[in-house]
């Protein structure tokens, strides 16, 4: 019985059946159960930021968890102390920071940070993913993901992403919060229009809302900065992270910070509203995902990966423009989050056709192909998925209107759709 077999049969079906067991990963490449090679362009979803086995984040786990496990928060240890205090240094600003297990934790968490305001309402976007536990579900613009859930928490205003005047008409003095992703990942990678969360922090200064930024996929140097909003000079009252944070360990942070338009009206800012009792967590900051976490901020500098993402992310833009493919409509995101924008719903077409060929992308939407590899992709290997790209969208381009066949056709077709499954050159 094969693996995956094995997991039809014992795990809940909420994923559908996933195309491939791993078994092994290094660097950028992982191998599946039959031994095949793949160029990880996906990194389990932006998670994986040092890539596979990186021997820093190895190497931190392995001291951590033989010198001191999970002590729970009723007790202080040095590796969550010291990661707060690092990313604290990295935002250059003071604040709070309160240790989760996920994304979705870190919202949830400033989801009830802001009722601490003494308000209820909350704005955020339509298509918008926050998470799907049932806090950050609310938050979530998706229909299809939380109508089946119905109710959620109330009082949660969606608007059009980037639309500055339906969120000037929508935040008033009973705003709690305003909460947006500078790039809307899971929604297809689109960033927020130019001046979009300049606008978002004039209007919730002025009504003396929280504003929430949801770095959860951004943050971490997916964009080429230590956090997206950097890049736009825009002070957040609170960001969350997760994803690529532990480098494969699960682990999120709410930040929230003690300056900015929020303190101005509140002694102590968004870092002083929750007071002891409020909230917490057993595992979050557990000191074996803080070392990894401490471990995967520190290669970063160390390595200059910054830099690194946003010419390697360069190389990817341009190389699929440079196909001027029929398929390609464009490019968009920053650094290592890009979405490759297709002129027809064949992305999940594409993906396969990728997978075959033996490169790991995400069908983020039916029209758009993510690409969140890791921060560590080389630059041949950036080549190689180009060199691989044109012809999976020869394969997924949509029949044109059947001609009259000749003899040789049909054996044509039948090649073309059955491409020879190889493995991926690292």
Not at 165 to 180: F, N, P, Y
Not at 200 to 207: C, D, P
Request: with cysteine; glycine share 12%.
């Amino acid at each position: 019985m094969t693996l995956t077999q094995r997991w039809q049969q014992s795990l809940m079906d909420n994923y559908g059946t996933p195309p491939l067991a791993l078994v092994s990963g290094a660097g950028a490449v992982v191998v599946d159960e039959a031994g095949r090679s793949y160029v990880d362009l996906l990194s389990g979803i932006a998670v994986n930021a040092l890539g596979h086995g990186h021997p820093a984040v190895v190497a931190a786990v392995t001291k951590q968890i033989s010198q001191l496990g999970h002590v729970s928060n009723l007790f202080v240890a040095e590796p969550p102390v010291a990661l707060a205090e690092l990313l604290l240094a990295l935002t250059g600003r003071p604040g709070r920071v309160f240790f989760a297990n996920s994304g979705a934790e870190a919202n949830e968490a400033a989801f009830k940070l802001a009722r601490r305001t003494g308000r209820t309402h909350v704005v955020a976007c339509e298509q918008a993913f926050h998470g799907r536990t049932m806090g950050a579900l609310a938050l979530t613009g998706q229909p299809a993901k939380a109508d089946p859930f119905r109710p959620l928490p109330g009082d949660v205003t969606h608007i059009p992403y980037g639309d500055v005047e339906a969120l000037a008409a929508v935040v008033t003095d009973q705003t709690a919060m305003v909460i947006l992703e500078p790039i809307m990942g899971e929604a297809g990678v689109v960033p927020a229009p130019p001046g979009f969360l300049a606008a978002a922090r004039e209007i919730t200064a002025r009504h003396g809302a929280l504003l929430v930024l949801d770095e959860v996929q951004t943050g971490v140097g997916r964009t080429g900065h230590w956090f997206a909003h950097q890049a736009e000079g825009v002070t957040p009252d609170v960001i969350t992270l997760a994803k690529g944070l532990g480098g494969g360990l699960p682990i999120g942070a709410t930040i929230a910070f003690a300056d900015g338009a929020f303190a101005q009206r509140h002694p102590g800012g968004a870092a002083a509203l929750f007071t002891p009792g409020q909230h917490g967590t057993t595992f979050g900051g557990n000191p074996v995902a803080c070392a990894a976490a401490l471990a995967v901020l520190r290669t970063i500098a160390a390595d200059g990966l910054l830099d690194h993402v946003k010419r390697v992310g360069e190389q990817l833009r341009r190389g699929v423009e440079a196909l001027h493919h029929p398929l390609v409509d464009g490019v968009r995101g920053a650094g290592l989050l890009l979405g490759v924008v297709l002129t027809a719903p064949v992305a999940p077409a594409v993906q396969k056709a990728l997978l075959d060929a033996g490169f790991i992308v995400n069908a983020a939407q039916p029209d758009v192909i993510r690409l969140a590899p890791p921060l560590i992709l080389t630059s041949a290997q950036a080549d190689a998925f180009l060199a691989a790209l044109g012809a999976a969208l020869d394969l997924a381009q949509p029949e044109t209107p059947a001609q009259p066949a000749t003899a040789a056709q049909p054996a044509l077709v039948a090649q073309a759709g059955s491409p020879t499954q190889t493995g991926a050159s690292a």
